[in-house]
């Protein structure tokens, strides 16, 4: 199977994926009356949303294109790339259990920082920049979700 039929095969299962997700977060429990920003299935619902309109200009990109055969080379060709899925699949498993017991700013906190350090190549790596990031990030998610949404978040070490 050439990339651009994958591309396009890969596509279309998303957008179905999107299409039962939205239908799924409909069912979520609502509040009475209030915002309906606040409910639980609203930012699922805004995910599926985006994941819709991603996995659209996925299969319009790939139509789009040429088909020059399948010269694209595979993640698991490489030994760097294999360690960067790897690392991130760890990561993001990980992220949920040390939210546990950090909370979720220093968890987030590490997250982001090792994401955005393993995913720079070595001539951008930028510590103070990456540092700026990753407190701006940290700091934005919170206050959305903790202080604006009212959203509960696992208490830890720091915040």
């Known amino acids: 199977m050439t ?6 095969l890969v596509g279309i299962i998303f957008f179905a994926l999107a299409g039962f997700l939205y ?3 409909g069912q979520m429990p609502t509040r ?3 915002i309906a920003a606040l409910n639980t299935g609203f930012y699922p619902r ?6 819709g309109i991603l996995s659209i200009s996925m299969v319009i990109g790939a139509v789009r294109t040429q088909d020059d055969g399948d010269k694209s080379q595979k993640w698991w060709a490489t030994k760097s790339a294999f360690i960067m899925f790897l690392v991130t699949f ?4 990980a992220y949920p259990f040390v939210m546990e017991y950090l909370g979720f700013a220093t968890a987030s906190f590490i997250f982001i920082a090792c994401m955005t ?4 190549s070595n001539e951008n790596r930028n510590p103070l920049f990456m540092f700026g990031i990753t407190i701006v990030l940290t700091t934005v998610v919170y206050i959305i979700f ?3 949404l009212a959203i509960p978040f696992p ?3 720091l915040i």
């Open 3 to 8: 990339k651009k039929n994958m591309d396009v």
């Open 32 to 34: 009475d009356g209030g």
């Open 46 to 51: 805004m995910l599926s949303i985006l994941l």
């Open 117 to 120: 350090w393993m995913l720079s």
């Open 23 to 25: 239908i799924v977060a």
């Open 155 to 157: 208490r830890g070490l």
């Open 146 to 148: 903790k202080m604006v």
């Open 90 to 93: 760890v990561l993001l498993v």
